[in-house]
């Protein structure tokens, strides 16, 4: 048996050029944004950033070939994906946003559907794409039997048309870049407040210029300073009938598959934020006395520390390529390994972060270094796509209580389950 870690050419390819693209582009984006007051502001100034990385194919690799993407697989996507966020947060999250209002399409969308939503985002346009899922009252019950509660969105079939309204907040990209709408918006609703969820929970497509769609206010978060995370009313929304991706009940299925693409990205993430700070205490470690006789990396405890902090960094990194090439291998119908992943390396890099923080001392929670900038970016990480808590209950802990459930599957690159 071979179990072979080596990238091809073209992965190595593909490694080199996200790191120089990294490097020589989204390394500028925090003295850009550094010094503008809104979230709104910040979001529009990684603009010109986010077109570069739509110069250099990275859009397109979201979308399949038949409609003028590249498909490239999530096992790559993640190598490129770990490169970007390691210099920046933002502009990465915002092509992350798109491929998740994209994904519902990709995977649930008709032909017709395909034809008229995606060949726009493999034009040269920045285009954004948006996944409104979060309710303003949460999205941990999503799922809830209970029709008082979870999706509190609805639309109505008026005619040829949804007539769609709701309140959504966190929707990442909502906004556009100018304010009035992202390109599509893949909404999470209920067709029928009486129905059972099987039976009404749905995805449907809403252009994001189309009229009773706005932008009430933005969060400022803590971390990914310049992502647009707006809260969006929509108010007698009408588009058409057939923007409807699938039928009424297969939304929590769409939900299910939207985030299994995500959820091992985001390790990648992670990995990318963890070297970002790894790699400022480590050259640190090694010029810096804090008015001792030697640098710091001389000392035991700083020298564990660090090799510590890289071997988890390693961990995560291929967990994560697991998980990648899992999702690959069984087109997205995993649903063990990616969450798995999306917990681990999320929750790790808190832990990660805050160890470098303890190697650089009191300096790193300051604005002398970018390490506390990058604890504020991981902050989120356990937080977002569902949360932590929730994936445990709604995707990891269901899936061990079926009675078919065979904990080593996954080991053997099958489907959990």
Partial sequence: MTIDFDLSPDQA???????????????????VIATLPTPEA?????????????????????????????????????????????????VPSALLGTGLGLQPIIHF?????????????????????????????????????DASAGVQTFARLDGDEWVINGDKHFTTNGSGWDGNGAALISV?????????????????????DTPGVAVESYIDTMGHRATASPRITFTDVRVPAANIIGKPGDGIEIVRKTFNWTSSIIGAACVGRMRAAFDFAFAFAKSDRRSGPVPIIDYQNVGYMLVDIKTRIEAARYF??????????TGGADEELGHMVKIYASELAVQVVYDTMRVVGVNSYGDQTPIAGIMEDVLCFPLYDGGNMGVRRRQLHAL?????????LS???IVGG
Wanted: charged share 20%.
């Fill in 13 to 31: 390819a593909l490694q080199k050029t996200a790191r120089a693209f990294a490097d020589e582009r989204l390394s500028l984006v925090e003295g």
């Fill in 42 to 90: 910040r979001f529009a100034a990684i603009e010109p950033f986010y077109q570069d990385m739509v110069h250099a194919g990275f859009l397109k690799a979201l979308l399949p070939v038949e409609y003028g993407g590249t498909a490239m697989p999530s096992l790559d996507f993640a190598l490129a994906a770990e490169e970007l966020t390691r210099a920046d947060i933002n």
């Fill in 109 to 145: 969308g008709t032909a017709d559907q395909k034809a008229r939503f995606l060949p726009p985002f493999a034009g040269s346009e920045p285009l954004l794409a948006a996944w409104a899922f979060t309710e303003t009252a949460g999205g941990a019950n999503f799922d809830n039997a």
């Fill in 188 to 208: 999470l609703c209920r067709t029928d407040p009486t129905l059972p969820l099987n039976e009404s929970m749905a995805v449907i497509v809403v252009p994001g």
């Fill in 320 to 329: 994560t390529w697991k998980a990648c090439d899992l999702y690959d291998k």
């Fill in 400 to 408: 061990m209580k079926r009675p078919d459930y065979d904990p080593m």
């Fill in 411 to 413: 080991a053997a690159g």
